[in-house]
């Protein structure tokens, strides 16, 4: 199993920063890509961010230029810098990793879901 550990959310004003972090452990043989989702109330879970294994990112049109992912793959960790935030942004935020894990024979596929963090913007 992979399991992965969000942290950071909170209540922040408009304009204001965040910081999430997500750290992945258990039997994990590589990850490939890991991502940011959020889910606001009324609304279905979507893609804000994803970083590959490579380095290269993908965003959501509403948060580019605002939010960074970033990823430490040495610590199997990523990390969303929300920057300029909007009330339109609260939500829960998950993350999620994709990736091979560790068997007892060849590595197996695994994708795996942090808890989820709130994130409120408000003043």
């Known amino acids: 199993q992979v399991q992965l550990a969000e942290s950071g959310g909170g209540l922040v004003q408009p304009g204001g920063s965040l910081r999430l972090s997500c750290a992945a452990s258990g039997s994990i043989f590589r990850i490939d890509s890991m991502a940011w989702y959020r889910q606001a109330p009324g609304k279905e879970r979507a893609l804000v961010a994803d970083i590959r294994s490579g380095g290269n990112t993908n965003y959501v049109d509403s948060v580019k230029g605002r939010f960074t992912i970033s990823r430490d793959n040495a610590k199997n960790t990523a990390f969303l810098q929300m920057n300029s935030l909007k009330p339109e942004d609260t939500a829960v935020y998950y993350c999620?990793?994709?990736?091979?894990?560790?068997?007892?024979?060849?590595?197996?596929?695994?994708?795996?879901w942090g808890q989820g963090t709130q994130v409120t913007v408000s003043s």
């Open positions: 999620n990793a994709r990736g091979l894990r560790t068997t007892r024979s060849y590595p197996d596929p695994f994708t795996s």
